[in-house]
T-cell receptor, first 116, second 113 residues
Framework: EAQVTQNPRYLITVTGKKLTVTCSQN?????MSWYRQDPGLGLRQIYY???????DKGDVPEGYKVSRKEKRNFPLILESPSPNQTSLYFC???????????????FGEGSRLTVL | DAKTTQPPSMDCAEGRAANLPCNHS???????VYWYRQIHSQGPQYIIH???NNETNEMASLIITEDRKSSTLILPHATLRDTAVYYC??????????????FGKGTLLTVNP
């Protein structure tokens, strides 16, 4: 089954304790992206990757890191989490980034992160 | 990418057609209109997209005006499971060196029994 898988789905952590949210897709998609969703602010893009070893900042990249060493994986790293990073996070992938006619995004089920 | 405007909320009776409008008056010729929906904190789900012709798939129909400044997503026979936030976004063809996909606040569609 074609899917985007995120882990963990739920996490409660404390300020400053490094954590990684993993994202994996099995569709051989070139493009992957991370979003966060907060009440009243909608979905905001954190980082995106157009292909292996190619990443760029989205609208709200501060406090996050990403890497794209393999095509299928795109982990989101919070080096020193803070309470303002408490949010619902979504990973998404798309077959391509350059062809808008085949660029529908497939989203994971989300990871709810709480930083105390 | 062009900005979109959607009503914050709409109601629809179960079994009736739901017509969700979207304004994208600054859309340019190479921008596609995409629709997604999000059911209560689940991951957003792709519905349909189009450039200038009307499109239909198993989920919905997309009607784009001739001047492309607005579009309407039609769910022909809404069910309670269609209650969700519906997002209309535009995507530039080619992407360029930046591919940011901006979601607005969408329309909360409530389907009533």
């Amino acid at each position: 089954e074609a899917q985007v898988t995120q882990n963990p789905r739920y996490l409660i952590t404390v300020t400053g304790k490094k954590l990684t949210v993993t994202c994996s897709q099995n569709m051989n998609h070139e493009y992957m992206s991370w979003y966060r969703q907060d009440p009243g602010l909608g979905l905001r893009q954190i980082y995106y990757s157009m292909n292996v070893e190619v990443t760029d900042k989205g609208d709200v990249p501060e406090g996050y890191k990403v890497s794209r060493k393999e095509k299928r994986n795109f982990p989101l790293i919070l080096e020193s989490p803070s309470p303002n990073q408490t949010s619902l996070y979504f990973c998404a992938s798309s077959r391509t980034w350059y062809n808008a006619n085949t660029g529908e995004l497939f989203f994971g089920e989300g990871s709810r992160l709480t930083v105390l | 990418d062009a900005k979109t405007t959607q009503p914050p909320s709409m109601d629809c009776a179960e079994g009736r057609a739901a017509n969700l409008p979207c304004n994208h008056s600054t859309i340019s010729g190479n921008e596609y209109v995409y629709w997604y929906r999000q059911i209560h904190s689940q991951g957003p789900q792709y519905i349909i997209h189009g450039l200038k012709n009307n499109e239909t798939n198993e989920m919905a129909s997309l009607i784009i005006t001739e001047d492309r400044k607005s579009s309407t997503l039609i769910l022909p026979h809404a069910t309670l499971r269609d209650t969700a936030v519906y997002y209309c976004i535009v995507r530039v063809a080619g992407g360029g060196s930046n591919y940011k996909l901006t979601f607005g606040k969408g329309t909360l569609l409530t389907v009533n029994p």
